[in-house]
C-alpha cells in the first residue's frame, strides 16, 4: 500500500496546474500529479515549450498553486516537463565519540531516504564493556540500516531486533542487549519521531530553549517484548538536535 501511495493521482492539484499553464500561454493537453506525499508534476503536449530561462519562473508559478515547494524544473527532449515536490527543510549533521581501551561501544549511523524523504540517525549503545559490547552495536545499526530503508516501519524493526538478539542470548551470548536511540526527520512535513529503547535523553535548543525528551524504558535484547517510547516533535528553522548516550551525561540527564 506504501508502493500505491507514490503512484495515486491528485486530481485536484492536477486541475488547478493545467488552469494556471493556460494563463501563463502554455496550454497542455495532459497533466498529472502523483504520489501521496513525494508527489511529482508531469505536463505534456504544451501548446509552447517554454523558454529554459523561464523554467525557474514557471516552477514558482506550480509552486504557489500547489501550496508545497517544488524543486527545479527540468524539460526534456520529447517536450515533457517534469517537476518535482521539494523538501521543506534542509538539514546538517555531525557526529563524534570516544573509545575506552581502544574499544568504543558507542555506533552512530545517519543516513537519508530520498524516495520517502526522510533522514534517520541512529545511536545504539552497546550494554556491558568491550568488544563484545561494540559488537552488539554495530550489529543492531546495520540491521536497522537494512531494514528501515527498505520500507518496514520502525516499531516492526526494533520488534524484530529484539528477538534477534534475545536469540543470541539464549544461545550463550554474555551481553547482547543494546540502547537504540532512533531519529527520523520527515524533511518534507518538517516533524521528527523519536523512538527510544534505553536510550539516554535527547536535546533539542530552541533559540534560547532547551527541550529535554527522555523516555525511561529498557535496552533492546532485555526484555520478550519491546519497550519503546515514541516522541513526535515539529521541527522549526534553527533546531539544533543533540543526541547522547549516557557516558556523556554521566547519570545525571539535567
Excluded at 498553486?65 to 521539494?86: H, I, K, M, N
Excluded at 545517519?110 to 550494554?127: S, T
Excluded at 520478550?224 to 548516550?245: H, L, N, W, Y
Amino acid at each position: 500500500s506504501a508502493c500505491e501511495a507514490n503512484f495515486r493521482e491528485d486530481d485536484k492539484n492536477a486541475a488547478a496546474i493545467a488552469s494556471r499553464m493556460k494563463d501563463l500561454g502554455y496550454a497542455a493537453a495532459d497533466v498529472r500529479v502523483t504520489g501521496e506525499r513525494q508527489k511529482r508534476i508531469t505536463v505534456s503536449g504544451m501548446s509552447v515549450l517554454p523558454e529554459r530561462s523561464r523554467l525557474s519562473y514557471l516552477g514558482g508559478q506550480l509552486s504557489r498553486v500547489c501550496g508545497f515547494p517544488l524543486s527545479a524544473p527540468q524539460l526534456d527532449a520529447d517536450g515533457t516537463l517534469t517537476v518535482d515536490r521539494a523538501n521543506a527543510i534542509e538539514v546538517s549533521f555531525g557526529s563524534n565519540f570516544s573509545a575506552r581501551e581502544g574499544v568504543c561501544g558507542d555506533v552512530i549511523s545517519v543516513f537519508r531516504d530520498d524516495e520517502r524523504g526522510i533522514l534517520c540517525a541512529i545511536l545504539n549503545d552497546g550494554m556491558g564493556a568491550g568488544k563484545e559490547a561494540a559488537f552488539t552495536a554495530q550489529l543492531a545499526s546495520l540491521f536497522l540500516r537494512k531494514l528501515l530503508p527498505a520500507g518496514v516501519r520502525a516499531e516492526t524493526a526494533l520488534r524484530m531486533l529484539n528477538h534477534f538478539l534475545r536469540l543470541g542470548r539464549n544461545r550463550g551470548s554474555t551481553e547482547s542487549s543494546t540502547t537504540v536511540d532512533l531519529l527520523m526527520l520527515d524533511l518534507i512535513e518538517s516533524r521528527a519521531v523519536f523512538l527510544k529503547s534505553g536510550a539516554a535523553p535527547t536535546y533539542v535548543k530552541r533559540g534560547k530553549n532547551i527541550f529535554y525528551l527522555d523516555s525511561g524504558t529498557a535496552p533492546v535484547g532485555i526484555l520478550p517484548e519491546i519497550d519503546a517510547k515514541q516522541i513526535d516533535f515539529e521541527v522549526r528553522d534553527g533546531d539544533i538536535t543533540v543526541m547522547v548516550s549516557d557516558a556523556i551525561t554521566g547519570g545525571d540527564s539535567e
